[in-house]
C-alpha cells in the first residue's frame, strides 16, 4: 500500500468516528508523542525509565503534575520545555491551537473543526465561536505574562538560578492548573511570601473558573453585555464560596497550621485553593496534614474547577445539576430548578452520567491500587487516585513509590480525568442510530427505588 493510501485511509478513519472519539484519539496521540520525546537522550540529564517517562507526558498533557522522578533532576533545559509545550497545549486543549492556525490564514473553518471544539470546551451552540477562540487566546498570553512579570521579580530577588525560564515555566503550569514545579518540595519555601502566593492564586483561579466565564466577564467589562449570564453567575459564586469554606475549615481545623508562626489563613487559603482549582502546588507538605484536612481536600479535589477551563474534578455546574435534582427529588417536584432557572433534562442526564463515570472510575482506580501497591496506606491511596483523576497533582509522597503497574493505573487515572469521564463514555457507547431504532421498541416498566 502507497504513503497516500494510508493517508486517506487514516483520513476516512477520523471521518467516520464521532468527535468524542477524536478528541480521545488526539490527547492519546499528544501523550504517546510527548512519551517518545523524553525518551530520547537528548533530553535526559539522568537516565530514566520508560515508564516514568510516560508519567510525566501524560501528566504534563493532562495538567495533573504528579510525578514519579523530580522534572528539574532528570530533565535537561530542553526535556523541561517539552513538558511546558505539552502542558499549555494540554492546558488550552490543542483544538484551540489549529482554530487559532486556521482563523489567522483566513480560511473557513469547517463544520467538523468547529464540532470539535465546542465538544472540547463543552460549548453551547450560541456561543460565537470565532469570538471565544481569539479572546482565550489574548486572555490566557495576557494573565501568564502578566504572572511571569510579577514571578520573575520574586525569584530575581530570591537569587533563584534562571528567574527568567522559572517564572515563565510556573506562570504557565498556575495558569493551566498543572502544578508542575522546577523546585523539588513545590513552594514550601516560599510559605509565608504574600505577592507570590497572592500570584499563584490568582493565576489557577483564573484558569480554574473556565473560559466560559472568562469571556463573559471580558464582554461585561468591556461593556459588551449589560451583565454577565446566569452560568458565570453560578460558576463564580459557587467556585468562590466553596474555596472559602475550605480555607475556613483547614484554618480551624488542621493542627499543624496552629504550629505555624505566621501566614496561618495565606497557607490556609492556598492549600484550599489548589484542591479546588486542582492546581497542585503546595505551601506546606502534604504529607505531613492530619486525615481531617486529606479528606477536606480529598472532597475539594472531586468537585473539581469549572467546564471550559484548565481544571479538572467533576466541575462545579456538574455538582450544581446533580444535587439540584436531588433536592427536588426529595421535595417531590418533577421541574429541577436552581436559583429560579429551570434546568433542562438533557442537562440533568448529562449531570448524572458525568457524575457515575468519574466516581466509577474512581473507585476503580482506587481498587487496582490497593492490589498492585497493597504495601502502602489505603488512606494514601485514595487520596492519590483521586489526585490523578481530577488532574490535581497533590500527593501525600507515595508517587514515586508506586510499582510499575501503580503508575500504569495512575497514568490511565490522569489520561481519563483530562478527556473527562463524560467523554470517555460517549466515546465508548454513543450510537445515535442505535437509540433512535430501538426506541419504539423498547417497554416502559417501573422499577422499585429505596
Known amino acids: 500500500m502507497s504513503l497516500s493510501r494510508y493517508f486517506q485511509a487514516f483520513a476516512l478513519f477520523f471521518h467516520r468516528i464521532n468527535p468524542v472519539q477524536t478528541l480521545t484519539l488526539g490527547y492519546l496521540l499528544m501523550t504517546l508523542i510527548g512519551w517518545s520525546l523524553l525518551s530520547l537522550p537528548w533530553f535526559q540529564t539522568l537516565p530514566t525509565h520508560a515508564i516514568d ?3 510525566t507526558a501524560a501528566s504534563a498533557v493532562s495538567t495533573t503534575g504528579l510525578t514519579s522522578v523530580s522534572v528539574s533532576d532528570h530533565y535537561n533545559l530542553g526535556g523541561e520545555l517539552l513538558v511546558f ?3 499549555q497545549m494540554g492546558g488550552l486543549g490543542y483544538m484551540i491551537f489549529g482554530s487559532f492556525i486556521v482563523l489567522i490564514t483566513r480560511k473557513k473553518i469547517s463544520k467538523t473543526h468547529e464540532e470539535l471544539l465546542r465538544t472540547d470546551f463543552g460549548l453551547p451552540k450560541s456561543f460565537d465561536f470565532r469570538g471565544f477562540v481569539q479572546t482565550v487566546l489574548l486572555f490566557t498570553l495576557l494573565v501568564e505574562a502578566l504572572g511571569a512579570a510579577g514571578l520573575y521579580v520574586i525569584f530575581k530577588e530570591k537569587g533563584i538560578p534562571d528567574p527568567l525560564w522559572n517564572a515563565v515555566f510556573h506562570s504557565v503550569s498556575a495558569f493551566c492548573t498543572a502544578g508542575f514545579s522546577l523546585f523539588n518540595n513545590s513552594f514550601e519555601g516560599f510559605r509565608d511570601h504574600i505577592a507570590l502566593n497572592l500570584i499563584i492564586i490568582g493565576l489557577s483561579f483564573a484558569g480554574a473558573i473556565g473560559f466560559i466565564a472568562i469571556v463573559d466577564v471580558w464582554e461585561r467589562v468591556t461593556g459588551r453585555k449589560k451583565e454577565i449570564t446566569f452560568t458565570s453567575k453560578v460558576i463564580l459564586g459557587f467556585s468562590l464560596s466553596t474555596i472559602t469554606a475550605g480555607c475556613t475549615l483547614l484554618f480551624f481545623t488542621e493542627p499543624l497550621f496552629k504550629e505555624l508562626p505566621n501566614q496561618v489563613w495565606l497557607t490556609a487559603l492556598f492549600q484550599a485553593m489548589t484542591a479546588m482549582t486542582t492546581v497542585g502546588f503546595n505551601t506546606v507538605t502534604i504529607g505531613s496534614l492530619s486525615h481531617g484536612a486529606l479528606y477536606l481536600m480529598t472532597i475539594l479535589m472531586i468537585v473539581g474547577a469549572s467546564p471550559a477551563g484548565t481544571g479538572g474534578g467533576i466541575k462545579s455546574t456538574t455538582v450544581i ?15 429541577v430548578t436552581f436559583m429560579g432557572r429551570v434546568i433542562p433534562d438533557f442537562r440533568l442526564q448529562q449531570a448524572s452520567a458525568s457524575f457515575n463515570f468519574y466516581i466509577l472510575f474512581l473507585t476503580a482506580g ?12 489505603v488512606f494514601d491511596l485514595i487520596f492519590e487516585a483521586t489526585s490523578a483523576i481530577g488532574t490535581v497533582g497533590l500527593s501525600t509522597g507515595i508517587t514515586g513509590a508506586l510499582s510499575f503497574a501503580g503508575k500504569c493505573v495512575v497514568i490511565a487515572l490522569m489520561v481519563l480525568g483530562r478527556i473527562g469521564p463524560l467523554s470517555i463514555g460517549l466515546a465508548l457507547f454513543y450510537n445515535k442510530k442505535d437509540y433512535d431504532d430501538n426506541l419504539w421498541d423498547a417497554r416502559y416498566e417501573d422499577i422499585p427505588i429505596d
Open 366 to 377: 482506587v481498587y487496582l491500587l490497593s492490589i498492585t501497591d497493597s504495601n502502602l496506606a
Open 321 to 335: 445539576a446533580v444535587l439540584a435534582e436531588t433536592f427536588a427529588t426529595l421535595r417531590g417536584r418533577r421541574v
Open 85 to 87: 509545550i505539552l502542558i
Open 53 to 55: 517517562n510516560l508519567f
